[in-house]
């Protein structure tokens, strides 16, 4: 049965889940609309199976990429009683092993994929400049620039947006063409009216982080 994790049990271990955590567990199968359109998909931690909706630029790889019975992380906000995704990454052989061995002994039942992560989250956000102002990356995702790399640049910020503390006031939005197209791909910053080209998922967190 597919249902979402149950936060009476982790308000009784005297834990407030943050707004978002890392979700580690099994792939079981895609989450798809009633006209059977991909929306996200089901990840299985150990007793509990969370149902996470994913925006329309991450969707493709749960067909492409990911087969049913991988074993990734999600990184995740709780809002409004349900999952939202926002990135996707799959673990690697050893860490699924090791994932599945923590499901087999007594200790499990207390550090589940939610409450697990908790703990690492509120320590970020305690160490989050409390007084940076916020800052969005917007990143072109039509024709060229998102075929040179536009998809990885966006998975490459959010992935350093979930784990890093001094990020925490930056976030990330697909636009429409930034009128670069042979300089691309392309990004703009909130806080200035300049289009900076030439970005690739290597370079863009030094970017953000310089501009910033």
């Known amino acids: 049965m597919k249902r979402t994790p149950d936060l009476a049990r982790v308000a009784k271990a005297d834990v407030q ?17 009633a006209k059977g359109k991909v929306k996200g998909l089901y990840l299985r931690a150990e007793a509990e199976t969370y149902a996470i909706k994913l925006p329309k630029y991450l969707r493709p790889m749960l067909v492409r990429e990911l087969s049913p019975g991988a074993f990734v992380q999600v990184w995740a906000d ?23 061995k923590s499901w087999q002994t007594p200790t499990a ?82 806080n200035s009216p300049k289009v900076i080209n030439g970005v690739t998922p290597s370079n863009v967190i030094d970017i953000v982080t310089r501009y910033a």
């Open 78 to 100: 709780f809002d409004e009683e349900k999952w939202r995704g926002i990135n996707v990454l799959p673990l690697s052989e050893q860490e699924a092993i090791a994932l599945q």
């Open 17 to 33: 889940l943050p707004q978002r955590v890392v979700l580690k567990g099994q792939f079981t199968e895609v989450m798809r609309s």
């Open 109 to 190: 039942r207390h550090t589940d994929a939610t409450v697990a992560t908790v703990e690492p989250s509120l320590k970020a956000a305690k160490s989050s400049p409390p007084s940076s102002k916020k800052l969005c990356v917007k990143v072109c995702r039509k024709g060229k620039c998102f075929k040179q790399g536009g998809r990885q640049i966006i998975q490459s910020l959010e992935t350093a947006i979930a784990t890093d503390p001094n990020l925490q006031h930056v976030s990330v939005e697909g636009v429409g063409c930034l009128k670069a197209c042979k300089k691309g791909p392309n990004l703009k910053l909130s």
